[in-house]
T-cell receptor
Framework: GNSVTQMEGPVTLSEEAFLTINCTYT??????LFWYVQYPGEGLQLLLKATKADDKGSNKGFEATYRKETTSFHLEKGSVQVSDSAVYFC???????????FGTGTRLTIIP | DAGVIQSPRHEVTEMGQEVTLRCKPI?????LFWYRQTMMRGLELLIY????????DSGMPEDRFSAKMPNASFSTLKIQPSEPRDSAVYFC??????????????FGSGTRLTVV
C-alpha cells in the first residue's frame, strides 16, 4: 500500500537558517507528491506539489524535488522566517485512490 | 471561490448531546473527506465520499459517528451521543479527481469541538 514517512519533530531553528524536512514514500507506480502547511488555528493549505519524477515544486521560497530513485520529496528553504513556524505535512496521491496519504506532520518553530 | 466552508467554527457541548458538523465543498469537486485532528493521534481520515457515495468509512471510530452527503454541495458529520474523548478539530476537505490526477485537495478551516 501507500505510505509516507516524515522526519520526527519538533524542529527548532533560528531565523535565516537553512531548512530541510525529510520525506520518503512507499507507493506503486507514479504517485503525485505534495507538501501541505498548517498554521496555528487553521486548516491545511497546499504549499507545493510535483507530479512526476525530477519535477521541482516551489512556493514562498520553499522547494522540493521528486526523486524517484530515492523515493523522496524533501522540503527545503534557504532562509526561514518566524512566519514559517507551522506544521508541515508530506502527502502522496496514487491512481486508483481518491484520497491523499499523509505523513504524520513535522512541527517547525523559528526563533528570532 | 469561497473555498470549503465548515460550520460551526467552535462547538462546546455536554457529554451525551448530539453534535452535527456541516461542510460545503468547493463547487465542481467530486470527492469529500472528513478528518479529525488531535495532539495524541494526529490527522485521521474518518470517511470519504465520491460523487456523494460513501467509499471508505473504516476510519469512523464507532457507531456513534455517522456521515451523510445528501447532495454535491453539502455534507454532515454527526456524533450521537458525544463523549469527552471526541474533543478534537474536525476538518472537511474536497477535491476533484479526474483519471490519474487530483486537483485542488482543499481543506476547510475546521470545527473545534469540545465535549465537557
Amino acid at each position: 500500500g501507500n505510505s509516507v514517512t516524515q522526519m520526527e519533530g519538533p524542529v527548532t531553528l533560528s531565523e535565516e537558517a537553512f531548512l530541510t524536512i525529510n520525506c520518503t514514500y512507499t507507493a506503486t507506480g507514479y504517485p503525485s507528491l505534495f507538501w501541505y502547511v498548517q498554521y496555528p488555528g487553521e486548516g491545511l493549505q497546499l504549499l507545493l506539489k510535483a507530479t512526476k519524477a525530477d519535477d521541482k515544486g516551489s512556493n514562498k521560497g520553499f522547494e522540493a524535488t521528486y526523486r524517484k530513485e530515492t523515493t523522496s520529496f524533501h522540503l527545503e528553504k534557504g532562509s526561514v522566517q518566524v512566519s514559517d513556524s507551522a506544521v508541515y505535512f508530506c502527502a502522496l496521491f496514487n491512481f486508483g485512490n481518491e484520497k491523499l496519504t499523509f505523513g504524520t506532520g513535522t512541527r517547525l518553530t523559528i526563533i528570532p | 471561490d469561497a473555498g470549503v466552508i465548515q460550520s460551526p467554527r467552535h462547538e462546546v457541548t455536554e457529554m451525551g448531546q448530539e453534535v452535527t458538523l456541516r461542510c460545503k465543498p468547493i463547487s465542481g469537486h467530486n470527492s469529500l473527506f472528513w478528518y479529525r485532528q488531535t495532539m495524541m493521534r494526529g490527522l485521521e481520515l474518518l470517511i470519504y465520499f465520491n460523487n456523494n457515495v460513501p467509499i471508505d468509512d473504516s476510519g469512523m471510530p464507532e457507531d456513534r459517528f455517522s456521515a451523510k452527503m445528501p447532495n454535491a454541495s453539502f455534507s454532515t458529520l454527526k456524533i450521537q451521543p458525544s463523549e469527552p474523548r471526541d474533543s478534537a478539530v474536525y476538518f472537511c476537505a474536497s477535491s476533484l479527481v479526474q483519471g490519474a490526477q487530483i486537483y485542488g485537495y482543499t481543506f476547510g478551516s475546521g470545527t473545534r469541538l469540545t465535549v465537557v
